[in-house]
């Protein structure tokens, strides 16, 4: 039996590298003949530059010092693959730089992708910048970026204070720039950012209102459409900064997956073991497993999903090309899922290598 096992990280838990050896190592207990081929994926969230780099061990890394969401100094990372340069936003606005106790949208700034988007304009020969968007703990629309990039206005707006705000001078000349998205969300309404995210980043009702108060008032200076563009509302808001740049967004999944021929992958598998942390509604709306699963439908090959937990309707994901979801939370109870992630993830591909 040939086996692809193509999970997303399991956040705060396992990498996505760790989620597929584990997966491996418990299909291998039972089924030591089968052949598995290991490919970890990434939607343009976390693990987004690791998992192109490991397709292309050709590129170059370059380390640039930055900022985290609440200004704190981090340190980000560019992969430089030929004339593309690859940037993970959440190298500087991830979610994961804040404890709990830190999470607020309100606070949060994507300020330090300025500094990442900058470096990679200066690397000599790229003519492309590819950006991860996902795992974001802002909620800002890129004001600062776009700020930085000679769009002040949007900035003033956001801000709500009518004063004015001075334009930078980093430029984009004579570069294509694209957002990898792993949503399809507006930047406003029901579906905007602030409703669907905010709560995921801290934000109580109220604060869920001011949000979305604010990027309404972003919404009103930039270029017409703009706001409605499905992705728009990706990583805070930061796919409609890309679209007011100019440049164009993408599926993330569908990015990576051409990017280390998972097609190809796909075609010669007997069965595919996927996952994440949380598999829920808004998996299935751009996220590696929707992109796994409605590749493999299309291929007549049967996806098997190990997530920490699983609250997307049996309905939607079966329509998806889900052939079967195990929760890891539900199997093992909630503690020992988080406290012993990879044990669980093994144990649960034990028992499917069994049946």
């Given at each position: 039996?040939r ?13 996505a ?18 052949e ?13 530059v ?9 590129g ?18 560019i992969?430089?693959?030929?004339e ?6 959440a190298?500087?606005?991830?979610l ?16 330090g ?6 470096a ?22 890129g004001v ?13 707006a ?10 930078g ?14 949503v399809d ?5 029901a ?32 270029p017409?459409?703009?706001?409605e563009t ?11 900064a ?6 164009r967004?993408?599926s ?8 280390i021929g ?8 007997d ?6 942390g ?15 699963a ?6 007549g090959?049967?996806?098997?999903v ?5 609250t ?34 093994r ?7 069994g049946?």
């Open positions: 039996m086996l692809l096992i193509c999970p997303d990280k399991f956040a705060g838990t396992l990498s590298p760790d989620a597929a050896e584990a997966v491996a190592d418990g299909w291998r207990s039972v089924r030591p003949d089968d598995l081929v290991l490919r970890p994926l990434a939607d343009g969230g976390p693990g987004f690791d998992v192109l780099a490991a397709a292309h061990p050709e170059k890394r370059f380390p640039v010092p930055t900022t985290d969401p609440l200004g704190r100094p981090v340190t980000g990372e992969l430089v693959v030929g593309t340069a690859y940037v993970e936003s190298h500087a606005c991830g994961h730089h804040l404890s709990p106790a830190e999470r607020d949208p309100r606070r949060a700034r994507s300020a992708l300025l500094a990442l988007l900058t990679a304009t200066e690397v000599h020969g790229v003519r492309r910048i590819v950006i991860g968007l996902g795992g974001s703990a802002t909620n800002d629309a600062r970026v776009l700020a930085g990039f000679g769009r002040p206005e949007a900035l003033a956001y801000a709500g204070n009518g004063q004015g705000v001075e334009a001078t980093a430029t984009l000349d004579g570069i294509e720039l694209i957002g990898a998205t792993d969300n507006p930047l406003t309404g579906r905007g950012a602030s409703h669907v995210f905010g709560p995921q980043k801290g934000a109580d009702p109220a604060a869920v209102e001011e949000l979305e108060a604010a990027l309404i008032r972003v919404a009103s200076v930039l017409e459409g703009i706001a499905p992705g728009a509302g990706a990583a805070g808001g930061l796919g409609a890309i679209l007011a740049l100019g440049g967004l993408t993330g999944i569908q990015l990576v997956r051409d990017a998972l097609d190809d992958e796909l075609r010669q598998a069965l595919v073991i996927t996952g994440e949380s598999f829920d509604d808004q998996s299935l709306h751009g996220k590696v497993i929707d992109g796994v409605g590749a493999g439908a299309a291929l090959v049967p996806v098997v190990i997530a920490g937990r699983v997307a309707e049996p309905a939607a994901w079966r329509a998806a090309g889900v052939t079967r979801a195990l929760s890891l939370s539900e199997e093992f109870g909630l503690e020992r899922a988080l406290g012993d992630a990879r044990g669980c993830v144990a649960a591909a034990t028992r499917l290598a049946e």
